[in-house]
């Protein structure tokens, strides 16, 4: 599974960014599908995630400000980050689990910042 990402860039703080990751076969046939992100000299931390039965996860720091949804496409998800904060700053990773594989896309920067 390759994926894509895109729609990272600059943002100010109560800003909004929408991620996209584009999967080269449906999503609809993955485990799950989501977002990691890694800021600098922190680990790697789930953002946000969903799974083929349709239940959604987010970070404590994500809920209620970002959102993740399926594209009808079929082949992309997409994460809606509204109220953004400096502390949003990071690489963000799309990920996926397919047969028992983890998958991961190139990471795309997402900076907030006044």
């Known amino acids: 599974v390759q994926l894509q990402a895109s729609g990272g860039g600059l943002a100010q703080p109560g800003g909004s960014l929408r991620l996209s990751c584009t999967a080269s076969?449906?999503?609809?046939?993955?485990?799950?599908i989501g977002w990691y992100r890694q800021a600098p000299g922190k680990q790697r931390e789930l953002v946000a995630s969903?799974?083929?039965?349709?239940?959604?996860n987010y970070a404590d720091s994500a809920r209620g400000r970002f959102t993740i949804s399926k594209d009808s496409s079929g082949n992309t998800v997409h994460l809606q980050m509204n109220s953004l904060e400096p502390e949003d700053t990071a690489v963000y990773y799309c990920?996926?689990?397919?047969?028992?594989?983890?998958?991961w896309g190139l990471g795309t920067q997402v900076t907030v910042s006044s």
């Open positions: 990920h996926a689990e397919f047969l028992q594989h983890e998958y």
């Open positions: 076969r449906t999503i609809f046939s993955l485990n799950a």
């Open positions: 969903t799974r083929i039965s349709g239940r959604t």
